[in-house]
């Protein structure tokens, strides 16, 4: 059984080391069943990751994705780490402005690791109701895929959709500009565990 792993610095590592991943941890707790791949790039949009997901979607059976922000751009090949990080705009918030576009103040996250590029201005400016709208209807066709195995937001379900969880809701409490620590993603990853009955379903797949 092959899994993949999508999603942003929260299963691809963040201020942790790979080690300290929930997927690591995961792949430790059954490393002759299942065999593990993480595709999860800090700072990577939803858009992005399945971009990725589409390209590599024949080499595993099932997968995991964490869904992100919305308004996050990201450009760039998988493959060029340097020039993704170039190229990427993360998402703004309803707090902090830090920049402004045609007078107004357009808020972004402070500790953004984007910059607010004009290709980012014209996407966002292009209409909000738009965004949302492909965000939305790419999180649903994610949901509904015949591989996934679990799909889930990190600190909100910005989609709006149902019966998908949230992880700072269902299992621990944290502020979305903060990340889990090493000993925290090992707890994840045992919920994450039981919510996939990876120790189940799958063994009974083999």
């Not at 590592?13 to 800090?42: F, K, R, V």
């Not at 402070?110 to 738009?130: L, P």
Request: hydrophobic share 30%; glycine share 6%; proline share 5%.
């Amino acid at each position: 059984m092959k899994i993949a792993v999508f999603g942003c610095s929260h299963s691809g590592g963040g201020p942790c080391l790979p080690n300290e991943t929930w997927p690591w941890y995961l792949s430790e707790m059954q490393p002759d069943i299942i065999h593990w791949h993480n595709y999860a790039i800090g700072g990577t949009s939803t858009q992005w990751q399945y971009e990725q997901l589409q390209k590599v979607y024949n080499r595993f059976d099932k997968f995991i994705f964490q869904f992100t922000t919305p308004y996050r751009l990201t450009k760039g090949s998988i493959n060029d780490a340097k020039k993704l990080k170039e190229n990427y705009i993360c998402h703004p918030t309803s707090n902090k402005p830090t920049w402004k576009y045609k007078g107004k103040p357009m808020p972004l996250m402070k500790h953004n690791a984007g910059r607010a590029s004009q290709e980012w201005i014209d996407w966002m400016t292009s209409g909000k109701n738009e965004i949302i709208k492909e965000y939305r209807d790419i999180c649903k066709t994610i949901i509904n895929d015949k591989k996934a195995l679990y799909c889930f937001y990190f600190s909100a379900n910005e989609a709006n959709l149902p019966n998908v969880d949230v992880i700072s809701e269902n299992y621990l409490k944290i502020k979305p500009t903060k990340h889990y620590t090493a000993v925290q993603n090992h707890g994840l990853a045992h919920f994450l565990k039981n919510e996939t009955q990876l120790g189940t379903k799958l063994y009974a797949n083999r």
